[in-house]
């Protein structure tokens, strides 16, 4: 039990409560007083819906028996059926006002359990008005109090018209009567991860899969060899499928107590996990992985010296090299005197969950997000919002790639037994971006052999790169492409041209994923390839900003290749007269020639010419077609 329960179910606060009172504990009934001992005994064993039971009877004796309502309503309120605590509470605050004035505590915690805040405010105002309050009872009411104001400011700050809250148990398929909790969940959203506390005492990794009706499948444990009798948990698995990160504790060969281990899919399942290492781990706590999904950066809590308070966040990098980097604590805008835990790298890559007991809230662990800023720093985190958040703890939290399909672990009223998983859509202002994605195969234009090769996803109204990643040995490859941005889309192997790609998803499109297999071609002379993140204004020449990222591939693939010559060739639809269609397209190439030169690229490895509207790729009589006829060329003429 908690302490305030058990401070107000079997002490009394205040020896002077009775003085003042009309209602006089020794004119209880006494068989009503030995069925009241009864019931404290039976909820102190743990058997609290007993000691309910056996309360109620006491009741049923004496109906003006405040003492047990007060202690049942505590029952009530540790089993979290706050409605029922606070109704219980009021029946005693109705025998006895005085007498209940000490029990305003606890009481304004069942009224903030149900979300009544301004009553659980004034009932605590009450407590605190009480003369000669001990310290401890003072701090604790005043800690209440400040929580309180919290949950009454963030509401009038962040008005929700038009959301419900509706918290869906995931359902016998994944819970069960011991605890499920730490979700993950694939980038289709078909398959949820979860760790589960096997016969009570072992942790164990669990998977379930979408139905076509929409419901889940039973669980079953991984197969492989991640599952021990050791405990494995709050794993995070790649946007690919293919690599799973997890804690384990307390192994032979680690580092602490608990150590970040690496699995992959073979198979015949998961592999043995593979200890992470000293850039990543220490002989203190390292928990709650979350892998980018870029695979590039491993987010992680340790509690390792030198940090802000307790459990601190922390990130690691991938390099090249294959190894991890050093791990970079996140900062004092995230990281608080209290513990910072759970972190979730959405799919966007650019918005951050975690829970955290320093931020400001509604008491013990709450959920927050922040924002990767333009700089790439997280910008100051968000409290998530009641009912999200309450004054119980709240576990770890990871949202979908629809960025609305939320998934956390609680122990609600409702629970099958300790933790369940729960699934409820989060409000609109606390999203991550929607999150679609391109999937596909990068090969060898002449052989049809797969390419390992660099991905580059690229904003084009900022330049920032928003992910970089290699594919496979055999070139498959996943990237995510948040919602309401524009993106230059590249994939890159030396001795190829790049690939080149345009998603503009400022506007709406149509499926979550795109199928791109990429053939690459080798560098050689006629080897062309379309540009199609070179932007112009209508009927204009000047180059638009957002044509930069494209143009320092180019820049880099001349670079790269010193004796490589290439002409520029600009294409327009058949819009206007011919002549003007020419110099258009003359124009637009020598821009992009000038650009390269002003950067470097010597003239004399530079051609440019313009074809106006005679060589079409595709039909004018549409504006898709137009689109693509209005075109930016680079051809190999020549390597010296």
């Known amino acids: 039990m908690t302490t305030y329960r058990l401070i107000f179910l079997f002490t009394t606060l205040l020896c002077y409560a009775t003085a003042r009172s009309q209602y006089d504990p020794d004119k209880v009934n006494r068989k009503a007083v030995q069925l009241y001992t009864k019931g404290l005994q039976q909820a102190v064993d743990g058997d609290v819906p007993a000691g309910i039971s056996t309360l109620q009877q006491a009741i049923a004796i004496d109906p003006r028996y405040a003492e047990a ?28 006002s005085n007498y209940f004035l000490d029990y305003n505590l606890p009481y304004s915690i069942d009224l903030a359990g149900k979300g009544e805040f301004e009553k659980a405010l004034q009932a605590v105002n009450t407590f605190l008005t009480i003369p000669n309050l001990n310290e401890t009872s003072r701090k604790a009411g005043e800690y209440r109090q400040n929580t309180y104001r919290f949950a009454l400011d963030y509401a009038a700050a962040h008005p929700s018209a038009g959301y419900k809250f509706e918290l869906h148990n995931l359902g016998d398929s994944i819970n069960t009567e011991v605890s499920e909790y730490y979700p993950s969940v694939s980038l289709d959203g078909d398959t949820l991860f979860f760790t589960r506390r096997v016969n009570h005492t072992n942790e164990d990794l669990y998977s379930s899969h979408r139905l076509p009706d929409g419901t889940w499948s039973k669980a079953r444990g991984l197969p492989g060899d991640i599952n021990t009798n050791e405990n494995e948990g709050a794993q995070t698995v790649s946007i690919d499928g293919q690599l799973m990160v997890l804690d384990i504790c307390n192994t032979e060969g680690g580092f602490g107590g608990c150590d970040l281990y690496i699995s992959y899919r073979t198979p015949d399942g998961w592999s043995t996990p593979e200890n992470l290492g000293d850039s990543i781990n220490t002989e203190f706590r390292e928990a709650g992985p979350s892998i980018s999904p870029d695979k590039k950066d491993l987010y992680f809590s340790s509690n390792r010296p030198g940090g802000y308070g307790g459990l601190d966040l922390y990130v690691s990098h991938h390099l ?33 969950y975690f829970n955290s007991t320093g931020q400001p809230g509604y008491g013990n662990n709450d959920l927050f997000v922040s924002r990767r800023q333009p700089d790439g720093s997280w910008g100051k985190p968000e ?54 994605w391109v999937k596909g195969r990068v090969f060898d234009r002449k052989t049809g052999k797969g390419l390992p090769s660099g991905v580059l996803l690229t904003d084009l109204s900022t330049g920032l790169v928003i992910s970089r990643l290699q594919t496979d040995e055999t070139g498959n490859y996943v990237i995510t492409l948040p919602k309401g941005k524009d993106y230059a889309f590249n994939v890159n192997r030396r001795g190829y041209l790049f690939y080149s790609e345009n998603f503009a998803l400022s506007r709406e499109q149509g499926d979550s994923a795109f199928q791109i297999d990429i053939p690459l071609q080798p560098i050689e002379a006629n080897a062309a390839v379309v540009l199609r993140n070179i932007f112009f204004d209508p009927n204009k020449f000047d180059l638009r900003p957002e044509s930069e990222a494209e143009l320092r591939q180019v820049v880099q693939l001349l670079r790269d290749n010193p004796g490589v010559h290439i002409q520029i060739s600009g294409h327009t639809d058949n819009s206007g007269r011919p002549a003007e269609n020419q110099a258009l397209s003359e124009n637009r190439a020598k821009a992009v020639t000038s650009f390269l030169v002003a950067k470097g690229i010597p003239a004399a490895r530079l051609s440019f010419k313009g074809f106006g509207d005679t060589r079409p790729v595709a039909d004018n009589a549409t504006p898709e077609g137009r689109a693509k006829n209005r075109r930016t060329e680079l051809t190999v003429t020549s390597i010296q």
């Open 69 to 96: 309502f007060i202690s049942m309503a505590g029952m009530y309120g540790e089993q979290k059926d706050y409605p029922k605590a606070v109704e219980i509470y009021e029946k005693a605050k109705a025998i006895d």
């Open 320 to 352: 090249l090299n294959g190894r991890w980097s050093a791990a970079e604590n996140l900062g004092p805008v995230i990281n608080t005197i209290g513990d910072e835990s759970t972190p979730f790298i959405h799919f966007d890559n650019q918005t951050l």
């Open 383 to 436: 409290n998530l919002g009641y009912p999200i958040n309450t004054i119980d703890d709240e576990g770890s939290l990871v949202i979908a790639s629809d960025g609305k399909t939320a998934y956390y672990a609680s122990d609600r009223a409702d629970s099958r037994g300790g933790m369940d998983l729960y699934t409820f859509e989060m409000r609109e202002n606390i999203r991550p971006s929607p999150t679609r």
